[in-house]
């Protein structure tokens, strides 16, 4: 699964509330058990990174029905304590990263 994706992180490790809660779009690429983040194509290409990879492993993910901003948004629970929240273009679209992430 790649698609360029908009995220918004709203607990740091440790549950600890995010300071810096901008979305961001980034070019989204789930490698194995990692969710990685890249300006665009060319970037994922050349494997270079924005930020550091996401660890799903053990991860929750499900849909955020309780965020009413956005359509089509779901939620992602890592064993360290962050938090995020993806948004996607379509309900297809965001139902097939919950089902990757959760099933990989
Ligand atoms: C944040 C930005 C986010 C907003 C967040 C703001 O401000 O406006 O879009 O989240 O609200 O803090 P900034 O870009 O200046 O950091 P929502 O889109 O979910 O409202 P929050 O603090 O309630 O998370």
Known sequence: AEA??????????????ASNRTWKNSY?????????????????????AS???INIHNALCTIADDYQKR?????????????FLFSCN????????INRITFR
Do not use: H
């Open 90 to 97: 379509s309900e297809v679209d965001m139902m097939d990263w």
């Open 71 to 83: 359509k089509y948004t779901f939620r992602l629970v890592i064993t360290d304590g962050s938090e």
């Open 4 to 17: 360029f994706l908009e995220r918004k992180q709203l607990l740091l490790p440790g549950q600890k509330r």
């Open 28 to 48: 989204t690429v789930l490698c194995g058990q990692l969710l990685c983040f890249f300006k665009n194509k060319d970037d994922f290409a050349a494997s270079k």
């Open 51 to 53: 930020c550091p990879p």
